[in-house]
């Protein structure tokens, strides 16, 4: 069972940056998938970022050059650093994780979600 946490979230203004932590129980990190999905309310949550074994990534267009999703594999946490930031990024962000092959930013193929954490950027 893979449990995980997000934290680092606040409000920052526009242009202003935020990085969110994850942790996740056990050392899942390298063999699992992990991402990064938003939801505002009424909307679908939608995938932000995502990285796999070997470190390769893969970024929403919406966050490309924006956010870097990194992984720190002896502290069994994900991050996701995000610089820039708009309005339209304000979200709840959530940590995920699924096992391989596959790794990309569909949201029913994750098994395991955090509780989120929420991102509130003004203009």
């Known amino acids: 069972q893979v449990q995980l946490a997000e934290s680092g979230g606040g409000s920052v203004q526009a242009g202003g940056s935020l990085r969110l932590s994850c942790t996740a129980s056990?050392?899942?990190?390298?063999?699992?998938?992990m991402a990064w999905f938003r939801q505002v309310p009424g909307k679908e949550r939608e995938g932000v970022a995502t990285?796999?074994?070997?470190?390769?990534?893969t970024y929403d267009d919406s966050v490309k050059g924006r956010f870097t999703i990194s992984q720190d594999g002896g502290k069994n946490t994900l991050y996701l650093q995000m610089n820039s930031l708009k309005p339209e990024d304000t979200a709840m962000y959530y940590c995920?994780?699924?096992?391989?092959?596959?790794?990309?930013?569909?949201?029913?193929?994750?098994?395991?979600w955090g509780q989120g954490t929420q991102v509130t950027v003004s203009s």
């Open positions: 990285i796999r074994s070997g470190g390769i990534t």
């Open positions: 995920a994780a699924k096992s391989p092959p596959t790794c990309g930013l569909v949201r029913g193929s994750y098994g395991y």
């Open positions: 056990g050392s899942i990190y390298g063999r699992t998938c």
